[in-house]
């Protein structure tokens, strides 16, 4: 386990000193053979001790207190995308909006008692994204980033309660008469690069034995080709799909096929080895989902904070139940009332779907539903339809 | 120099008076020893810090024989199925993608060079000027912006292929490429019976051996006479006839393959898909723009004596150009031109934001899945590196050649 950041200088800097030295090489390799040479055995002893060190300090060593250290500092640095409608998206007046920014709200409310406590690091580069993270540049990282198991075993990277569950989709004209990938054959896509992206489709199209003709790139140029129709289709992580569409005038002119084929769950993350900060932002989540599961919401959560229907709910906003005294949980680190807050300050995680989601991507029978949701609420969907939203106890 | 390096107080051979009561920082010997020990710690630092940072991650290129479960297109005279080829076959693809872009950019930066370089020394005010317009314009902004500019030019003003262009029937022009007929052979390595390749290549060497003999004796009989004989012309002529001839001869084995549109796709035909060709044209505009410039400078570092003197021996404007002016130039502006090329590989490594699918990317795409940056970082510069060392040596050879004359 080693800091990626640290990796990525080793490799700038050995990149650039391979270069050096290949010149400086020859020239010294000519000259100055015999000196080289026992330098070379020099460094291999050199090299051989430093390998029975460990070869990284970082494991399993506490990385500091993110709670204390946001306290101290007044301010959540939250890293999110800036450039991605719906989830993280800069506007014309440089507000942060979107989904993802809901859930640096909440945090900061659960934390530090106040919402707009916050403080929103550009983290839209894929590529350095882990280490603003792992450098401490922000405290958390919410930024429709996936959970992988590469990412949580090499990185510096601890992933908490999912927020969002999408998969690679496809999107295409309305017009096309496209209803599925088997309408396809030979047909041009728009891949946008990520980690998989280009497997996905290629694994995918051999499976169903169709050819097709790959165009791709980075996510808002291969969207920007597709609009202009340099292809028929688009494919990309469903979300992102939605959020390049929704943002359109002629954004009815185009569909997102009903077909997920990858999973691509999306989740905060925080520095390795700090638990407690873990928990906390994993709690928040599971304390706005719950809040949907039992009907609390922004506009009553204050209500029943003064007057509780039941044990689960004051425990739930720290609040006493009939006179009783407060639960704290177990949360030494924050205050009982740290899910009450969020709750007041965003709404559960329904109305935050609602709010910046919305119809741009369809909630009802996807993985994004609530597992349990309220009877009132409850929708039939089909075979194999459903939601897996569904919070931890609190007790 | 290692042999000199263990006698630090004797001065070196040749050197100034002995060293007496010079002190010892400031003796030749002291002096020469310092910079070479200095010189070799550095080194060897450098080479443990590489070998520190390669120790620390499993280095290796093993990764590049799996599967590369990816596809590429834009393939030509080449068809490797992502699905079961390795990854390093795929990399070879984007290898070839890279050298179709570089080959023809630089063909076509060639003519743009020096067609633009002579029209900014026209004596038509309105040609210089527009030549003088394009090569401030492309010289002086970014490569990266001239490549998106061609691009988004391409995607939106082209028609999208429902209401296609087309061209008499013949060729077809849509944001999708523009489709072409490309001769296809009909079975076999250009559909010919396996002996016509070696028999027609047999000839076509023969007819280079008389073109070149023709062209031998046209250029002695014009040196004798002083008439002109076209030698060059002659030798061309002879070949292109005979090859065309030889060809019909034996059977003219190959179909035009005429494209058509069925619904959103090209068939048959060849497309020149907008990435290539917005790739291409970007590279061909800005490095044509700096070849105009080194075509004029060496025009214009012609002593004015020559054209002094073409023009007294009657020579028209044209003659002046091509027979005294142009041939002198082209000596001086090789190893400038050269340069030029060379940056023509490096930047089409560009095709990133025109998603053309040339090495960079490829090994961009094998590196998000596969990890191992170094590796293919390292694989990357090598490449490049042999593609340039290869244009250097072909344009060393050229200049040898141009050069042996002497002026």
């Keep these: ?395 | 120099m290692s042999t000199q390096a263990p006698a630090p107080p004797s001065p070196a051979p040749g050197g100034p008076a002995p060293a007496g009561d010079v002190p010892l920082f400031y003796r030749r010997g002291f002096r020469r020893l310092l910079q070479q020990g200095l010189y070799v710690a550095a080194t060897a630092l450098l080479f443990w810090y590489i070998y520190d940072a390669l120790n620390l991650r499993e280095f290796g290129f093993g990764f590049l024989n799996d599967p590369a479960a990816f596809k590429v297109a834009n393939q030509w005279l080449i068809d490797v199925d992502g699905v079961t080829s390795s990854r390093i076959e795929m990399y070879l693809v984007g290898v070839w993608a890279s050298l179709r872009v570089v080959f023809v950019a630089i063909l076509l930066s060639t003519v743009v060079g020096i067609v633009v370089g002579v029209s900014r020394l026209s004596s038509n005010w309105l040609v210089a000027r527009m030549a003088m317009l394009y090569v401030e314009v492309f010289r002086n902004t970014p490569l990266l912006v001239q490549v998106v500019l061609v691009y988004a030019i391409f995607l939106v003003g082209a028609p999208i292929i429902q209401e296609v262009l087309n061209i008499g029937d013949f060729a077809f022009l849509s944001n999708r490429g523009l489709a072409i007929p490309w001769p296809v052979p009909d079975a076999g390595w250009w559909g010919a019976p396996d002996w016509f390749v070696g028999v027609w290549v047999a000839l076509l060497i023969a007819i280079g051996a008389v073109a070149m003999t023709v062209r031998r004796q046209r250029q002695v009989r014009e040196r004798e006479t002083g008439q002109p004989h076209y030698a060059n012309r002659w030798a061309f002529g002879i070949f292109a006839v005979g090859a065309l001839v030889t060809f019909i001869v034996l059977g003219l084995p190959v179909s035009i393959d005429r494209p058509y549109v069925e619904g959103t796709r090209y068939l048959e035909g060849m497309v020149i898909r907008p990435e290539f060709a917005a790739l291409t044209i970007g590279l061909t505009l800005y490095t044509g723009a700096f070849n105009a410039e080194i075509v004029r400078g060496s025009i214009q570092a012609l002593p004015r004596g020559q054209t002094e003197a073409a023009n007294a021996v009657g020579l028209s404007a044209y003659q002046r150009m091509t027979l005294v002016i142009l041939p002198q130039a082209l000596r001086q502006m090789i190893p400038s031109i050269t340069n030029q090329y060379l940056n023509v590989n490096k930047n089409s490594s560009l095709a990133y934001a025109v998603l053309y699918d040339d090495l960079f990317r490829v090994a961009g795409i094998i590196q998000n899945k596969a990890g191992h940056a170094l590796e293919m970082f390292f694989v990357i510069i090598v490449t490049y590196m042999l593609i340039s060392l290869v244009i250097s040596a072909l344009m060393n050879f050229i200049n040898a050649r141009v050069t042996r004359v002497g002026v």
Aim: net charge negative; aromatic share 6%.
């Design chain 1, 1 to 395: 386990m080693r800091l990626p950041s640290l990796q990525g200088r080793r490799l700038v800097s050995a990149l650039l000193f391979a270069g050096a030295a290949l010149v400086a090489g020859a020239v010294i390799g000519a000259c100055t053979s015999d000196e080289d040479q026992q330098q070379a055995q020099a460094v291999e002893q050199q090299t051989q001790q430093d390998q029975d060190q460990p070869a990284a300090q970082v494991s399993g060593e506490p990385r500091g207190n993110t709670i204390q250290l946001i306290q101290d500092r007044g301010t959540l640095l939250c890293g999110v995308k800036q450039t991605q409608p719906l989830f993280g998206n800069r506007d014309e007046d440089g507000n942060v909006t979107g989904f993802d920014i809901e859930f640096c709200k909440a945090i900061a409310a659960a934390v530090l008692k106040d919402a707009n406590a916050v403080e929103y690091v550009d983290a839209s580069d894929a590529s350095t994204r882990f280490e603003l993270l792992a450098d401490g540049q922000i405290d958390i990282l919410i930024r429709t980033t996936t959970i992988t198991s590469s990412r949580d075993m090499e990185l510096d990277v601890d992933f908490a309660q999912t927020t969002f569950y999408t998969g690679q989709g496809f999107a295409v004209r309305k017009d096309s008469g496209i209803d599925s990938t088997s309408d396809m054959a030979n047909a041009s896509i728009c891949v946008q690069t990520g980690t998989t992206t280009e497997q996905n489709v290629a694994d995918h199209f051999t499976d169903i034995g169709l050819d097709y003709e790959p165009t791709g790139g980075l996510s808002q140029d291969v969207a920007a080709a597709f609009f202009e129709g340099r292809c028929d289709v688009l494919t990309a992580d469903a979300s992102d799909l939605a959020s390049r569409i929704v943002v359109r005038d002629n954004a009815d002119d185009y569909k997102i096929l009903p077909q997920i084929i990858s999973k691509e769950p999306l989740a905060p993350g925080v520095r390795d080895y700090d638990s407690d900060w873990k928990d906390v932002v994993n709690w928040v989540v599971h304390g706005l989902i719950r809040a949907e599961e039992i009907g609390l919401t922004q506009a009553n959560v204050a209500a029943m904070a003064s007057n509780p229907p039941n044990t689960e709910v004051a425990r739930l906003l720290g609040v006493p139940f009939e006179g009783g005294s407060v639960s704290t949980l177990g949360f030494e680190v924050v205050d009982a009332q740290f899910i009450q807050r969020a709750i007041a300050a965003v709404g559960n995680y329904g109305e935050i779907y609602d709010r910046e989601i919305g119809d741009a991507i369809p909630r009802d029978c996807t993985l994004n539903a609530l597992a349990r949701p309220l009877p009132s609420e409850a929708v039939d969907c089909g075979p194999g339809e459903g939601g897996i939203m569904y919070a931890l106890p609190y007790r």
